[in-house]
């Protein structure tokens, strides 16, 4: 999963928001970054591009990517860590940076809350989340395709989970009942752009959670060719342009 993830999902879809999110975190000066939820390392590369003077630790749950990211961007230490029980010492890093993983935690206010942890004093929580899914054309088009595959119960992973905490209005509530405060939120349009929706395709179903719904099923090449041709359809032959939308906060311990 994470080859696929990284090879046709990263570029499109999740390297133009790390561009962004590396550039607002090096305007931070940090000494001591934290990554959360840092998958395949796109954001990692970008931080030490960015802050070649800070110190990065990149962490994920996820076993394969902590060793897939830590090839990929070997100049951070990397660590295998939930972010609800985060194995660091109170009051050790001055950035903590998220890209599109808080609305994988379970328990957001306790994550917030170990995240508040482990920040000195005057330190910063930087991180985005998707907005809903209607506003990333991408993901709207592939969630189509699922559903004319799969009419009866289709793989809900992306309106349920993915966009799933796309209101700004509660991600504000959750931060300040960690005991932060919130310095900046700004919803950010960007262009997601790839060389195919067959490759797009490839990557959501192969790269994502969507890849265990689609076994349990069955009969992949048909799935796949349903979601390519609907995907098509809706965004157009030969190379692919739409926009997505996140949002992206700031907040600060007090």
């Excluded at 910063?124 to 009419?151: I, K, S, Y």
């Excluded at 700004?186 to 262009?191: H, I, M, S």
Aim: proline fraction near 7%.
């Amino acid at each position: 999963m994470p080859a696929a993830y990284e090879r046709y999902l990263v570029p499109v879809v999740f390297r133009p928001f790390a561009e962004d999110l590396a550039t607002k975190a090096a305007a931070l000066h940090p000494r001591r970054i934290l990554e959360l939820a840092a998958g395949t390392g796109v954001l990692t590369s970008k931080l030490l591009a960015t802050a070649p003077s800070a110190e990065v630790t990149a962490t994920d749950l996820n076993e394969a990517m902590v060793a897939f990211g830590s090839a990929r961007a070997p100049g951070a230490v990397w660590r295998q860590a939930d972010a609800q029980r985060l194995p660091f010492p109170d009051g050790g890093f001055d950035l903590v940076v998220c890209q599109f993983g808080v609305m994988f935690f379970s328990g957001r206010v306790a994550a917030f809350t170990e995240v508040r942890r482990v920040l000195a004093s005057g330190g910063r929580f930087l991180f985005n989340t998707w907005g809903p899914l209607g506003t990333h054309a991408l993901e709207v088009a592939l969630q189509a395709g699922l559903e004319r595959a799969f009419p009866v119960d289709p793989p809900r992973f992306f309106p349920t989970v993915a966009h799933g905490y796309a209101d700004p209005a509660v991600v504000v509530a959750d931060l300040v009942a960690a005991g932060f405060v919130v310095e900046k939120e700004q919803e950010l349009t960007l262009q997601g752009r790839a060389a195919s929706t067959a490759d797009l395709v490839t990557g959501y179903l192969t790269g994502t959670p969507v890849r265990a719904a689609l076994e349990e099923r069955g009969d992949e090449p048909a799935v796949r060719a349903t979601v390519i041709e609907e995907m098509t359809a809706r965004l157009g032959e030969g190379p692919v342009s739409a926009p997505m939308t996140a949002y992206v906060f700031r907040a600060a311990t007090q």
